[in-house]
């Protein structure tokens, strides 16, 4: 897999639950061969991170950051950063956490269910679960995931 250098500025987009973003050229899809609105590993140090690579209305591409990446590279507003994307080959566009991996291949309805949600909803539910710090709490949350599923279900929003 490709890795491609670009150099990024970092703003801010202005608003209270938004934060930092990277602003790269329009052509970076192209340069890559990815399609627009694709997902990304974003390479920040010795670290990778699952991002969209979005296309602006004003044609420019974005990346935007959590607070947690910013703190932790010290990014900040008007930087210059050389960064390393590569294209994201993972199925969900994001790791799977191996707690909920066990949980759903003790429950084939279960399974069935997530794989017929939208990808953006599964990567919600994924970031949800892979956000804690403890495995207890991912099993917790993966349980927890499985009982939501079947509600949206009952409420008719799964299919």
Same mark, same amino acid.
């Given at each position: ?5 670009? #150099? ?11 934060? +930092? =973003? ?7 899809? #192209?340069?890559?061969? &990815? !399609?627009?609105?694709?997902?990304? +590993? ?6 990778? =991170? ?8 004003? @044609?420019?591409?974005?990346?935007? +950051? ?13 930087? %210059?950063?050389? &960064?390393?994307?590569? %294209? ?6 994001? @790791? ?5 991996? !066990?949980?759903? !291949? ?20 994924? =970031? =949800? &679960? ?6 207890? #709490? ?8 499985? #009982?939501?599923?079947? %509600? +949206?279900?009952? %409420?008719?929003?799964?299919?």
């Amino acid at each position: 897999m490709s890795k491609y250098r670009f #150099t990024a500025s970092v703003h801010d987009s202005g608003r209270e639950m938004g934060g +930092l =973003y990277l602003m790269l050229d329009e052509t970076v899809h #192209t340069t890559m061969g &990815i !399609e627009k609105n694709s997902r990304v +590993l974003l390479h920040l140090g010795d670290k990778a =991170y699952h991002r969209a690579l979005q296309l602006s209305r004003n @044609g420019y591409n974005l990346i935007v +950051l959590n607070r947690k990446m910013a703190k932790d590279h010290g990014i900040r507003v008007g930087a %210059e950063l050389e &960064i390393v994307l590569e %294209e994201d080959q993972s199925e969900f566009g994001m @790791g799977f956490p191996e707690e909920f991996a !066990e949980v759903l !291949e003790q429950d084939p309805e279960g399974k069935d269910l997530f794989h017929r949600l939208s990808p953006g909803l599964q990567r919600g539910f994924l =970031y =949800y &679960i892979s956000s804690a710090k403890g495995v207890q #709490t991912r099993v917790n949350r993966s349980l927890h995931v499985m #009982t939501r599923l079947r %509600e +949206l279900k009952a %409420e008719g929003k799964i299919k």
